[in-house]
DNA sequence: GCCAACGTTGGC
DNA sequence: GCCAACGTTGGC
């Protein structure tokens, strides 16, 4: 069984990609999902899937790197702590709607993917995120990942040649 | 900061 | 179950 891919949009002035770094093998608790669509993705996520990190909200919305879902998911606590901004009163012990994954970071990219670029790649039209811009959890199907690494390849290797050293 | 897209809420 | 009002997301 192949490990599915999934990209899990963060906005990096709260918790960008290295932060995720810095958090090392411990990884990260992908919580506060708070939207049904995404929710359900999440919870069809195993232990080994690849889940790239796309910074939304900020100058250069891109992909930036890559971690891994080292947990599978549970029970989002924060959706029954009423201090948690994730608080959620619809949410109870026994009926809690709202669940929760780790991750563990994989790499940075040297050159992100920028949504410009997503955008422009005829094989990413069907890109789930790209049709619905506000979903934050979304399966990126392997013909896509593929589409989506060459890209970050190609980026590399212009960088290689173009990056004038100042 | 603006605004389009779109999910959620709640009255009826 | 419809739909208007409202809130949030996120690119630009």
Same mark, same amino acid.
């Given at each position: 069984m192949t490990a599915a891919i999934w990209l899990l949009k963060t906005e990096p002035d709260q918790f960008s990609i290295l932060d995720l770094a810095d958090r090392g093998d411990t990884g990260e608790r992908w919580n506060g999902i708070r939207n049904y669509q995404a929710r359900n993705f999440l919870r069809t996520m195993q232990v080994g899937d690849v889940a790239l990190i796309y910074h939304s909200a900020c100058a250069v919305p891109a992909i930036v790197g890559s971690a891994w879902v080292i947990s599978a998911p549970y029970d989002d606590v924060d959706a029954i702590d009423? &201090?948690?901004?994730?608080?959620?009163?619809? *949410?109870?012990? *026994?009926? /809690?709607r709202w669940s929760a994954i780790d991750i563990q970071f994989s790499q940075r990219w040297a050159q992100p993917v920028t949504l410009a670029q997503l955008k422009a790649a005829v094989e990413l039209s069907d890109m789930l995120v790209l049709r619905q &811009?506000? /979903?934050s959890i979304s399966p990126v199907l392997p013909a896509q990942y593929s589409a989506i690494l060459a890209l970050a390849q190609q980026n590399e290797k212009q960088s290689t040649f173009t990056t004038p050293t100042v």
């Open positions: 009423p &201090a948690s901004p994730y608080f959620d009163v619809k *949410s109870s012990a *026994s009926n /809690l &811009a506000r /979903l």
